[in-house]
């Protein structure tokens, strides 16, 4: 544990400097297989330097002399205790330097809103991306007036409450995009600690616990206080990456499409053991259910796999239009191959079975158990151009 004068910097303040391209220096202590398995990303390179903490211990001198001295330097380790002690071995050798606050996990558990651009006629609402930086994990909230809808929240479910305050607003509904496998849900929890009704769709053959208000696809939602609602809120069946995927159209064109679409790939339809059947499903949903949808829709997905998906204005989105042409799998013709490529994928993570059956309501979840299984990005988007590799 860091002790309180150890010279610290908190995740989001270190995120802003790298995304400025502010020249630090970043020194990862962790051992090898973390380094390698997991590191922090900025919208601009990380210039890092990797000396494991057991270098340090086992030979000082030897370790601090991997280390640069002309440089403002930060250190990073897994929860923030071991880069504190070398926080304080590189004082003692007259190197300054300061601690990332609760490290890695720290990093995972970020949570940084940014709001999306709206034309002029939603000017009645508004719209936030939550990016959950260290898992490429992105969430929502919709408000209009006083009443707000919370889209995939992660399982801080304070922060969100907090922020819906911050907006003048209440959590009237929150809506799942899916039953999430990399990551647990805060949906549930946040539903209940709102009074506000939950919603997502498991699908056939999953046994769902959770209480939850079911939505017909085609249904249309009213965000807002004044008469008949300021936003509409379409609900769009999307199967393919789950059998219960939805996605939700918010207003004339911003489609939330949680794991069905990404602004570089589509969510891999592996992850409950149906590769083929979910695999043609997914098929149909892009060549049919989006193909309808007009080139300007706005696609803003639950996910992101690099960090350049974040675009200029801090929004991972991208026109449906432009996704026609650049995504590799809209590009596959037939159902066959479009399933085999989407199918080449390396395996899921163990973890993400026990998340799934957490999300369903099936089990409880022990806290350390929840930041063991969301440790690392997430891996829910499969590649045609890495299977045809």
């Known amino acids: 544990m860091a002790d309180a004068a150890t010279p610290s910097i908190e995740v989001g303040e270190l995120l802003a400097r790298v995304d400025a391209s502010e020249p630090l220096l970043l020194l990862d202590v962790r051992n090898d297989e973390e380094f390698e398995t997991w590191r922090l990303e900025g919208r601009r390179p990380v210039e890092t330097v990797h000396v494991p903490y057991f270098d340090f211990v086992e030979d000082a001198d030897a370790a601090l002399s991997r280390v640069p001295r002309d440089r403002e330097l930060v250190v990073l380790c897994a929860k923030g205790g071991s880069s504190a002690m070398v926080v304080e071995m590189l004082g003692e050798a007259g190197i300054a330097a300061r601690n990332v606050a609760g490290g890695m996990i720290a990093y995972g558990e970020y949570l940084e809103p940014v709001k999306v651009p709206l034309d002029a006629e939603a000017a009645r609402w508004e719209l936030w991306q939550v990016n959950r930086r260290g898992k490429g994990c992105l969430s929502y909230v919709a408000r209009a007036g006083r009443h707000a809808v919370v889209v995939d929240p992660s399982r801080d479910t304070a922060w969100y409450e907090g922020f819906v305050r911050r907006l003048g607003a209440t959590i009237v509904r929150v809506l799942d995009t899916h039953v999430h496998a990399d990551h647990l849900s805060g949906g549930p929890a946040l539903a209940a600690r709102s009074g506000a009704p939950y919603s997502v769709t498991a699908g056939p053959g999953f046994e769902l616990r959770h209480a939850v208000e079911p939505l017909a696809d085609g249904r249309e ?169």
């Open 221 to 389: 939602l009213r965000l807002g206080d004044e008469p008949g609602g300021a936003l509409t809120i379409r609900v769009v069946a999307t199967p393919g990456h789950t059998p219960g995927s939805t996605s939700y159209l918010l207003g004339r064109r911003h489609l939330l499409t949680g794991d069905t679409m990404f602004v570089r790939s589509v969510g891999r339809p592996d992850l409950g053991g149906h590769a083929a059947e979910w695999g043609r499903a997914l098929f149909h949903t892009l060549r049919e259910r989006l193909a309808a949808l007009p080139e300007d829709t706005v696609i803003l997905p639950a996910h992101w796999a690099g960090a350049d998906e974040i675009g200029p204005d801090g929004v991972v989105a991208g026109r449906l239009g432009r996704l026609r042409v650049a995504v590799p799998e809209l590009a596959i013709p037939t159902e066959a191959a479009f399933v085999a490529a989407i199918g080449a994928v390396p395996p899921a993570p163990a973890a993400y079975s026990e998340i799934v059956r957490a999300n369903l309501g099936l089990a409880p979840v022990d806290p350390d158990k929840a930041t063991e299984w969301e440790l690392g990005k997430n891996q829910c988007a499969a590649s045609a151009s890495h299977a045809a590799s």
